[in-house]
């Protein structure tokens, strides 16, 4: 029988994991320039961590795992005759694989938090896993990428994280928009518009504006139970136009009753103020204020955003806000925090697309050395040592097989330099070095190889 891997999984190969390390590498690089420190949790929690997090539907999709040794233990034969699946993994499983990086972190904090010195400033990569049906895009096993603040109110942090945002495209060489907004402009909307008990409803429903248009929108607002007076008056909202200072204006005016909503302004105003043009700390990529940015989960309290690649046509590729109670949910109210989450995967995608790799980061093997015999391969092996404490990515051929072999190795592999030492080379310490793009040839003492292999 042929061996499968479940659906909703994926192989990676060696050049496709040379350039998620990259990805990964890059990352990483930019949260410590800003003192983040990593942490790694399970890939199992308790479900009484997990259950209730996510709404009903995120509950569906945790995947559970059957307690060890005999998972029935506990099950009656009525039970079992029921056939009642939610009750019958409730009494089987106590596990499951985690769902995000969010809930987990909420986690680690309330149990470490005599340990953590806030503000607390961690990044986190690690795979999450998730029942849903498998479709192009989505996967049931997949990468996140966070970094949160967590114990500090100052819209600073906001403004680091839009910094280190705008940083890791910038290396990538990918042009991007940077959308941001407020939920609290979003709360101020609904207070104003006489419809607080619909924030929700208009959030989730104004988020899918790119995807379904005004009139869909419209509708679903309507759907929602929302009146005709006030779907009208959501729409120069929803369709302002203009720079970000006037939009900041045009909504403050709308919000002049609101208390919470104007709050919002404020907090856009001084994140705003620091990181567009002319700021303290601007920006290379466009950042811009974007009311029907929602984000779907409601956790979020202040500046929300979501990052758009500009070269190439995929969802977001980055997102992430302000929350009041990350670790509410575990009896430890009063913890603030930001963060954002990079979507590895779809990353992967645009890069792949705009062909942004540098050569080196899907590069392996730089310099082989061809297999000739015993004896040539002891002469070869102590250069191979010097190459390697030098930094460069070698490789001995294991075999000594017909060079025309060697060779296609050499190819197949797309490595750049091959090394040949015979009877010749060896009697005057010397090795050919032959540039496998160019096909030139040189011969070189185990000193000269080196320099010409280097990186330049």
């Known amino acids: 029988m042929k061996p499968s891997i479940p659906k909703g999984t994926r192989d990676f190969g060696p050049q496709e994991m040379a350039r998620r390390n990259y990805i990964f590498d890059t990352i990483r690089q930019v949260y410590q320039l800003y003192g983040f420190q990593q942490i790694e949790t399970p890939a199992m929690e308790t479900l009484q961590t997990l259950m209730g997090k996510y709404g009903e539907e995120g509950d569906k999709?945790?995947?559970k795992v059957l307690n060890s040794g005999d998972c029935l233990a506990k099950v009656t034969d009525e039970e079992l005759q029921e056939r009642n699946s939610l009750h019958l993994?409730?009494?089987m499983c106590e596990k499951g694989l985690r769902y995000d990086l969010t809930?987990?972190?909420a986690r680690y904090v309330v149990m470490h938090r005599e340990e953590l010195q806030l503000p607390f400033k961690r990044y986190q990569m690690q795979p999450v896993w998730r029942a849903d049906r498998?479709?192009?895009?989505r996967y049931r096993e997949f990468w996140q990428f966070d970094g949160d603040i967590v114990g500090s109110d100052s819209l600073l942090n906001e403004v680091e994280l839009m910094?280190?945002?705008d940083t890791v495209f910038q290396r990538f060489g990918v042009r991007v928009q940077i959308k941001i907004n407020n939920r609290k402009i979003l709360s101020g909307i609904a207070e104003v518009i006489g419809?607080?008990?619909k924030i929700v409803d208009i959030t989730v429903a104004i988020d899918k504006l790119d995807k379904i248009g005004i009139d869909n929108v419209n509708q679903e607002l309507r759907d929602d139970g929302l009146t005709e007076e006030q779907i009208e008056k959501l729409q120069p909202i929803i369709q302002l136009e203009g720079t970000n200072d006037e939009k900041l204006q045009t909504i403050a005016e709308v919000l002049k009753d609101s208390e919470t909503g104007l709050k919002g302004v404020d907090e856009l105003r001084t994140i705003l103020s620091s990181l567009c043009s002319g700021g303290a700390a601007a920006l290379h990529n466009e950042l811009q204020l974007d009311l029907t940015l929602a984000r779907g989960l409601n956790y979020y309290t202040g500046a929300i955003f979501e990052v758009k690649a500009l070269d190439v046509e995929i969802g977001s590729i980055t997102g992430g806000g302000?929350?009041?109670?990350?670790?509410?949910?575990f009896g430890m109210p009063g913890i603030s925090g930001v963060g954002i989450s990079f979507g590895v995967d779809r990353i992967y995608d645009v890069l792949n697309q705009l062909d942004a790799y540098p050569k080196d980061a899907t590069n392996g093997t730089r310099l082989l050395f061809i297999n000739f015999g015993q004896q040539e391969t002891a002469y070869c092996l102590p250069v191979a040592a010097r190459a390697r404490q030098a930094g460069i990515r070698t490789e001995v051929f294991p075999d000594s097989a017909k060079m025309k072999k060697q060779m296609a190795y050499a190819n197949a592999k797309q490595i750049p330099f091959v090394a040949l030492a015979g009877e010749n080379e060896i009697s005057q310490g010397k090795l050919t070095l032959k540039n496998m793009e160019t096909g030139?040839?040189?011969l070189l003492t185990p000193d000269e190889l080196i320099t010409a292999v280097c990186p330049k």
């Open 61 to 63: 999709l945790l995947f």
């Open 89 to 91: 993994a409730a009494k």
């Open 103 to 105: 809930v987990p972190f």
């Open 134 to 137: 498998p479709q192009k895009g």
């Open 163 to 165: 910094q280190i945002v």
């Open 195 to 197: 419809a607080a008990d």
């Open 322 to 329: 302000r929350y009041d109670n990350l670790t509410g949910i």
């Open 440 to 442: 030139e040839q040189q």
